[in-house]
Structure formats: C-alpha cells, structure tokens
C-alpha cells in the first residue's frame, strides 16, 4: 500500500476533480495540503473552520469514498483546522484535529461584558424609537431589496457570498463567527450583509435581526453617555440575535464606543448569537483599533470581495436591467462595463442615468448616449483597441498576413494565432461576442467562446506562450498611447 501522504492525496484529487466543477476544484480542493498518513488515516490541513465546515456539509460523501478507494475500506480521512485566535486562546497559530464526519465545537468565551450574561427585555430603552413612542418588536432596520436572488456570484465574492448562505441556514451556529466582509468603496458589502439579515428573517422569523452603521451606533453611544444610559445601551444590544454593523472601519480612534462595543461583541458571541462586520479593509489593517477587539474581529471568518471582472459586472448589469425592465444591446453593455471597472454602485448608476436619460429626452440608449453619460462617472473614457488592430499586431508577430486570422485554414500555426487574437479581443475591446467573430470570417460566438477557453488552458500549461500572450497585451496598450 503507498504510504506515502501526499501520493495518496494526489491520487485522491484526480478522482475528485472528474466528480466536481473546475471552479469548485478550484476553490475547494487545491488550497488543501496533505500532512501525514498514519494507520489508514489520511490527515489533510484546511485553512480555516468556515473551510472544514463546507467540506463537511457538501463533499464529505465524496472525500470518505475517494479516501477508501485509495486506502481501502479501513481508511479514514482527518482534518487539521487551522486556527488564528484571539485572547481567549495562546497567541501562536494553532490546529486542531478533527475527524471526518465529526460536529465540530469550538467552546464558548467567559463572560467579560457589561452587566449579566441573559437579559430582562422588560423596560430596556430601544434607541431606535423616538421617545413618547412604544414600539415593541425591534425594527431590523434592513433594506428589503437587498436579496442574494440579486447578488451576482462570481470569483471576486464567491467565497463570502457562500459563507453568508451558510450564516442564513444556521445564523450564530457556525464557526465563522464573525464574518468580516471587506473591500473597496461600492462591491457589494452592504449588500451582502443585508441579504443574509434578510434570509435570516424570512427562515427565522422569531429572530431578532438588527442593521446599524458605525456612525448610527457612535451616536446612539454618545446620547446614552449624555444620559446616564449606558447600561440601557448595553442591554439593548445583548437582545439582539445578528448584528450587522456597517464600516467598521470608522470606529477607529473613538475610545469610548470601542470600548462598549468590545463589552457588546463579548456578550453577543459567547450567548452564540452572530455579528457580521463590513470594512473597507481586512482586520489586520485597521488603524486605530484597539488591538483586543481586532483580536476579536479574527476569531471567524474574514472574507474580501475584489473588483468583479468582465463577465461579472455584465451579470450584474443584466441584473440590474430586468429587475427594472429595461432591454440595452449587447454592445452598449459591454461598453458600459469595460469603462466601469472598479464600483459596482458606479456601474448601476449609469444604468439609472442612461434610464433618465432616454426617458427624459426620447432618445434611444445607443453607443453614443452610453458614452455621454459615463463621461459623468470617469474622467476617461478608455481608448478604443479595434478587433482589426489586435489582428494586424498578432500577425505580425506570427509572420502571417491578417486575411489569415479570418480564413477557414486549419493548419495549427495559424489557429492558435487566429485563438489568441480572438482572447485578446474579448479581453482588450467592447466588442460582444458575435462582434468579435464576425471579423474573423463569419464565426460565431461559440466559436470565440472555445478559443478563449484554449488560450487559458495553454497559458495555464506553457510558460513560453503565457510570456507570448503577456508580451502581445502591452504592446497593444502601448501602441494606444502612442496614438
């Protein structure tokens, strides 16, 4: 039998990527490392408990049956969680070793908080009703159109989206508790944080859901201190079953609310209630934060989410424009999203605008209003790379005329030109799909859609063709600023 750990781990992945998606590979297996073998139990190291845990729910049939089939039946398959922890553990990085198959616990914290561990709910003050008015069930303060029906998934926030599914299933019962979103100014963070609120309600009913920016919250604290409350405040919060506080971020530097905060953080999470935080930038980097509540912060799961690419932010647009019944073609969307690269609240807001636009001047939203408009949202407009450009620069380069790229010859040199100017069209212009292959002699868009997909496999896999590729892209940007 191979006693080899990481022979047999090898073994294992071949099996599970012909029973997965290659995105799902991806994100799921590959970051996983085999550690030893040991009387038929394979231990593998995960990065983090939100990690043991997907495995767990969604592909631990299949791990027990690749890890027998490599192993035998007495095979086992373990788990080595890897944990950053907080003050409650030893400051060093940890692991911990779980079977496969085997509820994971992670403890509860001692009570540091303000006041005793379950509170009376009789005469609590609610902050967010305005004196004189009884208002019984807290309001969430949440934003009903804040769904994941309409929080496009893609690689710049696949992960955090699917923690916070996993959040809305069993709100507080996870190990990723808290779940720090982050990433730049308009990618979706409130969104996301909101949605899971919302699934949480619509699952959980009973459950007392609450939404509150940083700023609302430092207010609240600066009343209750004017008003001898503090203790009200303290109490008030502890009711609270998922507390969503908004750019974190801005609680830095105000001693005061950190330290209430630290005391309401402590009280929620050991009563396994769930906080979900949203920054514009990750734990570790948060200037002005006392270290015990950064500390805190890393206890769960830190999830980022990136700028959305190409087809993401077309997705999103696609979205955006059913759900307000607007039909645009293909190429005013694809213009729209080459331009606005960096914000999604951007990118809607020109959808609003060429809306307004068209609406208020009777004018079609074509090209020439798209470019109108996004004037208002980018100080440039990107320059124009032509699918006629990239042909002639590719042809060069492989020593061939440009009536070749278009032609019907399949001799292999010529293809893989002809593969590689079509990735580099779709990548470097607006055109669409169907536009891209109509210059290359009458082609479909599937047809561009595979030699994409050729080009990536290749570059994957030969180091000399991905320099080959890298070196064509800048020499086309660099040309557009000689122009």
Same mark, same amino acid.
């Given at each position: ?229 503090? @203790?009200?405040?303290? *109490?008030?919060?502890? &009711?609270?079953? $998922? =507390?969503?506080?908004?750019?974190? %971020?801005?609680?830095? +530097? ?84 080459? @331009?606005?690269?960096? *914000?999604?609240?951007? &990118?809607?807001? $020109? =959808?609003?605008?060429?809306?307004? %636009?068209?609406?208020? +001047? ?122």
């Amino acid at each position: 039998m191979v006693n080899d750990c990481a022979t047999v781990w090898d073994n294992c992945l071949q099996a599970i990527r012909k029973n997965v998606t290659a995105q799902s590979f991806k994100t799921w297996f590959e970051p996983i490392r085999p550690v030893r073998l040991e009387n038929n139990a394979l231990t593998i190291q995960v990065p983090n408990k939100f990690f043991y845990e997907w495995l767990e729910e969604h592909y631990v049939s299949l791990l027990k049956r690749t890890i027998r089939a490599e192993l035998g039946e007495r095979g086992r398959l373990e788990y080595q969680i890897l944990m950053a922890n907080g003050n409650r553990r030893p400051s060093r990085r940890q692991e911990e070793v779980v079977p496969a198959g085997k509820a994971y616990s992670n403890g509860a914290s001692k009570n540091n908080g303000i006041g005793p561990g379950s509170v009376s709910t009789a005469n609590i003050k609610n902050p967010f009703v305005i004196p004189g008015i009884r208002k019984v069930k807290i309001d969430s303060q949440l934003n009903e159109s804040y769904r994941f029906e309409n929080y496009i998934e893609g690689d710049c926030n696949r992960l955090a989206r699917s923690a916070g599914l996993a959040i809305a299933k069993k709100p507080g019962g996870t190990s990723f508790n808290p779940l720090v979103i982050f990433g730049e100014v308009g990618l979706g963070k409130t969104h996301l944080a909101q949605a899971i609120g919302n699934d949480v309600l619509d699952k959980f009913p009973d459950k007392t859901v609450l939404y509150v920016s940083s700023e609302k919250f430092t207010n609240q604290i600066i009343q209750s201190i004017k008003n001898n409350a503090v @203790n009200d405040f303290v *109490n008030f919060y502890q &009711l609270i079953d $998922v =507390l969503i506080v908004d750019d974190i %971020q801005f609680l830095a +530097n105000k001693q005061k609310t950190q330290e209430i905060f630290f005391h309401i953080f402590n009280q929620l999470h050991q009563n396994g209630k769930q906080i979900i935080l949203t920054s514009d930038r990750a734990p570790k980097d948060l200037d002005g934060m006392e270290e015990r509540l950064i500390s805190r912060f890393k206890w769960g799961l830190s999830a980022d989410l990136q700028v959305p690419d190409l087809e993401t932010r077309i997705a999103i647009l696609e979205s955006k424009m059913n759900r307000e019944g607007v039909e645009i073609s293909s190429d005013v969307i694809e213009f729209i999203c080459f @331009n606005i690269q960096n *914000n999604i609240r951007e &990118l809607e807001g $020109v =959808l609003v605008s060429l809306i307004a %636009q068209s609406s208020l +001047n009777r004018r079609e939203i074509d090209i020439d209003l798209a470019k109108e408009v996004v004037k208002n949202f980018v100080t440039e407009i990107n320059k124009e790379i032509t699918v006629e450009f990239i042909q002639k620069l590719v042809a060069d380069h492989f020593d061939i005329i440009p009536e070749k790229l278009q032609g019907k010859t399949r001799k292999r040199s010529i293809v893989i030109a002809r593969q590689l100017s079509m990735y580099l069209a779709k990548n470097l212009t607006d055109k669409s799909l169907k536009a891209i292959g109509e210059t290359f002699g009458g082609r479909d868009h599937s047809t561009v859609i595979y030699s994409c997909k050729t080009v990536q496999d290749l570059m994957e896999t030969d180091a000399i063709f991905k320099d080959t590729v890298t070196d064509l892209e800048k020499k086309i940007k660099l040309s557009l600023n000689d122009k």
